[in-house]
């Protein structure tokens, strides 16, 4: 079983920053690909970045493209994901998401999630 409990979330203005973390237990988090999506109030859940289990391949929505960047630690069993110049209309619960088969990243499909944290982005 792999838990994932993410962290960072919080009241930010538009145009500030946020950098959202997410540790996950597991021996086996450095082969898994790593996800993170959002779903705002009344809107479809949201694929917003993926890293694969090298960092090496990642994946942006066209929403967040050019503001943020997602990165990994396997030594620490970390994903984190560095929002910048933040809108409005990123407010949504961040979700941290685990693919234990490891596909590419922008695949879409998680094994595991976490519980969520919330970002609210002030106007």
């Known amino acids: 079983q792999v838990q994932l409990v993410e962290s960072g979330g919080g009241l930010v203005q538009a145009g500030g920053s946020l950098r959202l973390s997410c540790a996950a237990s597991g021996r086996t988090f450095s082969s898994f690909t790593m996800g993170w999506f959002r779903q705002a109030p009344g809107k479809e859940r949201e694929h917003v970045a993926a890293v694969s289990w090298s960092g090496g391949n990642t994946y942006y929505a066209d929403s967040v493209k050019g503001r943020a960047t997602i990165f990994r630690d396997n030594a620490k069993n970390t994903v984190s994901l560095q929002m910048n110049s933040l809108k409005p209309e990123d407010t949504a619960v961040y979700y941290c998401?685990?693919?234990?088969?490891?596909?590419?990243?922008?695949?879409?499909?998680?094994?595991?999630w976490g519980q969520g944290t919330q970002v609210t982005v002030s106007s």
């Open positions: 998401a685990a693919d234990a088969s490891g596909r590419p990243a922008g695949w879409g499909e998680y094994d595991y």
